[in-house]
């Protein structure tokens, strides 16, 4: 970090050494302007933290009915595991269009509408696309983006019809990232790509602000974050930090762990090499693709949270995330993200291995919902012409 600063409204992309900007807030100012007590009577979703947001006046609020996610404890995993700690899921399935991107797109496309943006542009592997599209459709914003052409038809065809100028390109995200930076001066649009703009990262902090609150300001031992971008992990950590300085909370930190899949993990390598930069990752594959982000801008941010909050980056094969989800649906009726279902394959492995204590509290995102995947096919069928043979029930 440089310490340069820059003016609150401005257009900002990424700082002059091409880093992401971060936004500082006035925290006594802050901490006089909301308190808990009022924040506990205000209604739901993320905008109930709006002195920690950047987006100054309320008409600029673009919102389609937010709500706190819920925590929901896997007590039946965690008896069988052996931990004796809370194992609990934090379902971000439930913010509109089915994933935790509503959050950081919800900040950016209202920061545009206060900046006077009219053209976004984005690449994404799904999940930011839709949320983009929503959120800049409702505030009557122009929206163009590029996804990998292996994006299922679902995500593709949710991104057209919520409004957004959608294209396929034979590449992976940091391909289509390359045309919507190349485009940014011929095609006159404003690039929304995860930490090349500093707002994104304010709305995905909310979940730190929030697991806060839920915990009744204490926060839990172990956080589990399927890491692609990072602007989740790194946005929570500023949410703590943030949180500290006006004294709600105290120094405790969670154990950060950054969770990747054995086919795209350029943050366990760097973590593990003892390195700052996490280089390209070649020949990215995995099903996980809210997670297959083979370079990331704010990579140093990602590794410094991890390590200064002792905790580890660690990555998971395709196999064991399909066996997590199934486990976790068929045991405790919770139907992940294969991203989701990642943190718990990790959680299993942290635990087997001793990485984390049996007593820690630990808390995994999933991330999106899990409707919006592939499932497995079911084929069984009852021909109701012919006698049913209840015996075979
Ligand atoms: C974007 C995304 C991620 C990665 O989140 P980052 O905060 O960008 O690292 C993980 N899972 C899903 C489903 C996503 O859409």
Redesign the pocket.
């Known amino acids: 970090m440089t310490g340069e600063r820059y003016e609150a409204g401005d257009v900002h992309g990424l700082s002059a050494a091409g880093k992401p900007l971060l936004v500082r807030y006035d925290l006594d100012i802050l901490s006089c302007a909301v308190s808990k007590e009022v924040l506990a009577e205000r209604t739901d979703g993320f905008w109930r933290y709006h002195e920690f947001l950047p987006v100054a006046q309320i008409n600029n609020r673009i919102s389609l009915g937010e709500v706190v996610t819920p925590l929901i404890s896997a007590p039946r995993l965690a008896s069988k595991l052996g931990a004796t700690g809370e194992l609990i899921i934090k379902d971000e399935g439930r913010l509109p269009t089915g994933?935790f991107?509503a959050r950081g797109l919800a900040l950016a496309v209202s920061m545009a509408k206060e900046l006077g943006l009219n053209h976004l542009a984005m690449p994404t592997?799904g999940?930011?696309g839709a949320a983009m599209a929503a959120y800049a459709s409702r505030a009557g914003i122009k929206t163009t983006i590029f996804c990998p052409d292996d994006t299922p038809a679902v995500n593709v065809e949710e991104i057209a019809l919520q409004g957004a100028d959608v294209y396929r390109v034979n590449g992976l995200i940091n391909d289509c990232g390359k045309i919507v930076g190349e485009g940014k001066e011929k095609a006159g649009w404003f690039d929304v790509s995860?930490l090349k703009e500093p707002y994104r990262i304010e709305g995905?902090k909310t979940m730190g602000l929030e697991l806060a609150e839920q915990f009744g300001w204490t926060l839990p031992d172990v956080i589990f974050y399927?890491?692609?971008?990072?602007?989740?992990?790194i946005g929570m950590w500023k949410a703590f930090e943030e949180l500290e300085a006006i004294g709600w909370i105290g120094s405790h930190r969670p154990r950060m762990i950054a969770v990747q899949a054995t086919g795209c993990a350029p943050i366990v390598k760097a973590f593990e090499a003892g390195e700052e930069h996490a280089p390209l990752w070649e020949n990215a594959h995995t099903i996980a693709a809210?997670?297959r982000v083979p370079v990331a801008v704010g990579d140093f941010l990602i590794l410094r949270a991890v390590r200064a909050s002792e905790g580890f980056a660690i990555a998971v094969d395709d196999d064991a995330i399909l066996a997590a989800g199934e486990e976790m649906s068929k045991e405790e009726g919770l139907l992940l993200?294969p991203?989701g279902a990642a943190t718990y394959a990790a959680y299993k492995q942290s635990l087997a291995d001793g990485r984390i204590s049996r007593s820690d509290r630990a808390v995994l995102f999933n991330?999106?919902t899990g409707l919006k995947y592939p499932m497995p096919s079911v084929d069984k069928f009852v021909d109701r012409t012919k006698p049913v043979d209840y015996g075979r029930f």
């Open positions: 994933s991107k592997n999940n930011a995860t995905k399927p890491t692609g971008g990072g602007t989740g992990l809210g997670i993200c991203e991330c999106a």
